[in-house]
């Protein structure tokens, strides 16, 4: 009964299997049919709106990528590109290396070492200022002769030991020494120190209005120098091996590269001292190359190894080129002069030096340097209150020239030479050779051609020009000197300033007149600017007869660097050596700095 009863059960579930195929097989008929009628058919209908599908595509695009932008630029919105502390500073100097000790300091290389290492009482804001450094104030009484100078509290040398007011006595007194044989002697005769406390104080015999900027000479450690015999103070091992002072830098080490001195480098090592007096240095090290030649100098520049070089008068056309040097031309206080010696048989004629003067075109000079500059016409510099326009010397007229010297009887010869009583007119022009010197030296030899005078360029090596300068081994020295913020020429043009029995021989051109050395005494003990004009006056006058010299320019001191050297003093400076007045915040680095 069971198999009768599932026969009937069993094709109704067939059926219904045959129902459900049939039902899918239209069912996706259906479905081929509706999709190739709605769809497939009307692909065509899509060509229409192709246009609009891909403008909005690509405007979703443009805004993803916006948002994107937008995103990332408020990083950039929110930061600048900033100098930054750290970096090593190589510098590049031209010059030879002997003595870090600033008492005894005497060319561009150790002036400039002595200033990085050894910490002074003054010094120079940027904008030419006295300022102070180990030094926090300093009182003048009535009369000007007497300076008081207080200390800054808790002062140390880069060993560790207390910096004193002891130490500032002792320096000076080294000064003073004539056993010591300083350079700075002269400026400091006849003044006498006290101290109390941190109170140092200057006594000087007469008002002197520039001496302030005598302060300005690093201090030494007497608890390092007072057993050091004086008689061996310029040979010890302090001044070269281990120099201990208070300045922004510390020596760390030196090195000598090459066996030859017309080609040696000597390196030399410095750290930042991190209880500098004004704030610890921003740079990480401070590394000083001396050179002897220029060309050496230059190559390192060029091949990138050095932030900064001083030393190179007239860059090469390969630095004038290159776009990543900046030349720095840093105008220093000082001017550059044609120092006749009056005792040279020729030059003794003021007619002569009168002749010479004029004949010297020196806004062609000056067009030729290639820097902004202004040209010097007196002892003192023009924007100076003791410049007096009255007594400016003669302006170039070559005719004037001319006329003078036929006058005096220099008769032209046919080898284009004046002669006058069987003496010709002619003599040496010494410089030291450096590009700008040669340069300038051939315009005024040229110059001076016109008018039937031969001057003879002698061009000396940077080693050997001081030993010539400071034995007056020349006939005529084309050189510039340090006028100073504070004007006092009294070195350069006094007749006591040429004694050959002593180390006086600052007055080039052997000056000799009375009413000029009286004004000169007169002028510089005087602290009040208009008074002090007045009291130079005949002097400027007696000077300006006379012609002891040819004022031709302010020279620069060219400073070239890397790239940008943040901090870098670019104002007037009145030596070489004072582009380090902010060298504590110098900075090389840059990086990206968010804003607060």
């Known amino acids: 009964m069971a198999e009768i009863k599932n026969k009937p059960l069993a094709k109704q579930i067939k059926k219904q299997l045959i129902e459900s195929q049939k039902q899918a097989i239209n069912a996706t008929s259906n479905a081929e049919s509706h999709i190739d009628k709605h769809l497939f058919r009307r692909f065509h209908k899509l060509r229409n709106v192709k246009r609009f599908l891909s403008f909005w595509i690509l405007t979703v695009g443009i805004i993803i990528l916006g948002l994107f932008w937008q995103i990332f630029a408020q990083f950039d919105y929110y930061q600048k590109l900033e100098p930054v502390p750290g970096g090593i500073y190589n510098e590049g100097l031209l010059g030879n290396f002997t003595n870090l000790n600033p008492i005894f300091a005497n060319n561009e290389v150790d002036s400039s070492l002595s200033r990085l290492i050894f910490g002074s009482l003054i010094t120079f804001d940027n904008n030419n200022k006295i300022s102070y450094e180990l030094a926090s104030s300093m009182k003048v009484n009535s009369t000007g002769t007497s300076y008081s100078l207080t200390l800054r509290p808790n002062l140390k040398w880069q060993d560790g030991k207390p910096l004193t007011a002891a130490d500032v006595l002792f320096t000076f007194r080294l000064i003073q020494n004539p056993d010591v044989n300083s350079p700075l002697r002269s400026y400091f005769d006849g003044v006498s120190f006290s101290a109390k406390g941190n109170l140092i104080t200057f006594n000087i015999p007469n008002p002197l209005a520039s001496f302030p900027d005598y302060l300005n000479v690093g201090i030494l450690p007497q608890h390092i120098l007072s057993t050091v015999p004086v008689s061996e103070l310029r040979s010890s091992s302090f001044n070269t091996q281990n120099p201990i002072g208070s300045g922004p830098f510390e020596f760390k080490s030196l090195a000598v590269k090459g066996s030859d001195p017309s080609n040696a480098e000597v390196q030399i090592n410095l750290a930042p001292y991190k209880n500098y007096a004004l704030g610890e240095p921003k740079l990480n090290a401070f590394i000083v190359h001396a050179y002897a030649s220029v060309n050496q100098l230059e190559k390192a520049l060029l091949s990138g190894s050095l932030n900064g070089a001083d030393g190179i008068s007239v860059p090469s056309s390969k630095i004038d080129k290159n776009k990543r040097f900046k030349e720095n031309s840093l105008i220093l206080t000082a001017g550059s002069y044609v120092f006749f010696r009056t005792s040279n048989s020729v030059l003794s004629n003021q007619k002569v030096r009168s002749a010479l003067e004029q004949a010297v075109n020196t806004k062609k000079i000056i067009s030729s340097l290639g820097y902004k500059t202004t040209e010097v016409v007196s002892p003192f510099l023009k924007n100076q209150v003791e410049y007096n326009p009255q007594y400016a010397q003669a302006q170039f007229n070559m005719d004037a020239a001319n006329t003078i010297l036929t006058q005096d009887g220099w008769i032209m010869g046919s080898n284009g030479i004046r002669s006058k009583k069987g003496q010709e007119l002619k003599f040496n022009l010494t410089i030291p050779n450096i590009k700008e010197y040669v340069n300038v030296a051939n315009l005024i030899k040229s110059d001076w051609a016109t008018i039937g005078a031969q001057a003879d360029i002698l061009a000396l090596d940077v ?15 084309l050189y510039g000197i340090s006028i100073g913020a504070n004007p006092d020429v009294y070195a350069y043009w006094n007749s006591d300033m040429f004694n050959p029995a002593t180390s006086r021989w600052t007055n080039l051109s052997e000056y000799k007149n009375t009413e000029a050395d009286t004004a000169l005494s007169a002028g510089r003990t005087r ?35 890397n790239g940008t050297v943040f901090g870098l003093t670019t104002s007037n400076i009145n030596s070489s ?10 900075e090389i680095v840059e990086a990206k700095v968010t804003e607060k």
Request: charged share 20%.
């Open 463 to 477: 080693q050997d020009f001081p030993s010539a300068l400071n034995y007056h081994q020349y006939d005529a020295v």
């Open 527 to 561: 602290l009040d600017p208009v008074l002090r004009r007045v009291k130079y006056a005949p002097f400027l006058a007696a000077w300006q007869t006379d012609v002891p010299a040819v004022g031709l320019y302010q020279p620069r001191d060219l400073y070239i660097t």
């Open 577 to 586: 050596a004072d582009r380090y007045n902010n060298v504590n915040n110098w």
